[in-house]
């Protein structure tokens, strides 16, 4: 066996076979971290969708306010013209 340090570490027999004893916690730094970023990548994603759903949204509403004003205006000014006939 080769003794320069490049052998296969030991492993624990008793956490390894009996896993739900095991209350240490061992997580790996580097999965963690692209874990984390894809998560983070994902809320950015979603609240930038939602800006702009939400400026849509805001538009669609100022178009329909704007139509339905115009309307009552039409209606008031049709009106007041057929009273003024009579």
Do not use: W
Not at 4 to 29: C, I
Not at 34 to 55: F, G, H, M, T, V
């Amino acid at each position: 066996m080769a003794t320069d340090g490049t052998t296969f570490p030991e492993a624990d027999a008793k956490a390894e076979l009996n896993p739900g004893q095991n209350k240490s916690l061992e997580v790996d730094p580097v999965s963690s971290e692209i874990a984390s970023d894809k998560i983070q990548q994902n809320l950015e994603r979603k609240e930038n969708a939602k800006a702009k759903r939400d400026a849509t949204q805001t538009l669609k509403k100022t178009i329909i306010i704007s139509a339905v004003i115009v309307a009552v205006a039409g209606a008031a000014f049709a009106i007041t013209k057929k009273l003024k006939e009579k």
